[in-house]
């Protein structure tokens, strides 16, 4: 089969032959339709992340949409770059069947895996962590990346009565004005946390209710500094797939 094959670890890999694998006994085999490149492949590709450097040649790809023998779509992970083993960019993916999701016929499977993990992450911090009520304003720092996005219209979609973004480049602040964000303040190279509050106070005229923080450091204390007229009762720290610390608060 055809794939995608890291050869050294910093290097860019190359299209060319593997083998297909053979699913274990608690696998299935699946045909990739679709695969995204991640920051936790790029990551794992350095040879530099804490999972340390990963045996080559190998097949990147942590997750991927295909089709079951059976011809029903899933999206699937796997720990490519993290483990040994093969990932989803490839033309067949040898993926544990427990981890497997299965989708609507009528999904666009380019869209799911772009989405992936990220669009995952930003739903349990909202829904599992956050509980969002009906009409709460809700704040999403980083909001020009996927997690951001997703958690944009995810927020809206759970009646948030008004979104206010956050986010660096124009590109990443335009991203999130097309996601749905009612109002986008933009994060600044050397901002302090008095700088960044003030802005966030006159953006968001008003308490916050809901924080959504893939950021930490000045962007997250800004947003918990008296000026920004917040509410707040901290929630915990939790750790996402790819393992970055998130933290969520939501208002008293």
Known sequence: MRAALLHACGAPPEVGDRAVPVPATDEILVRVTAASITPLDLLCASGTSYFGAPATPYVPGVQGV?????????????????????????????????????????????????????????????????????????????????????????????????????????????RAARAGAAEVVPLKDG??????AARLKAATDGPV?????????????????????????????????PPTARCWARSA
């Open 66 to 174: 295909g089709t079951r023998d059976d011809g029903t779509a899933v999206w699937f992970p796997t720990t490519a770059g993290m483990r040994p083993g093969d990932g989803s960019l490839a033309e067949y993916a040898a993926v544990r069947a427990a981890d497997t999701v299965e989708l609507p016929d009528d999904v666009d499977h380019r869209l799911i895996a772009a989405l992936g993990l990220s669009a995952v992450a930003a739903q349990l911090a909202l829904t599992w962590r956050g509980e969002p009520q009906p009409g709460e304003h809700v704040l999403v720092l980083g909001a020009g990346g996927v997690v951001g996005q997703a958690a944009v219209q995810l927020a809206l979609l759970a009646g948030a009565g008004r979104v206010t973004a956050a986010a660096r480049s124009h590109a990443a602040r335009q």
């Open 191 to 196: 901002d302090d946390v008095a700088q960044l």
């Open 209 to 241: 209710d809901l924080v959504l923080d893939p950021l930490f450091g000045v962007p997250g204390c800004g947003t918990t500094s008296r000026s920004t007229s917040c509410r707040w009762r901290p929630m915990p720290v939790i750790r996402c797939t």
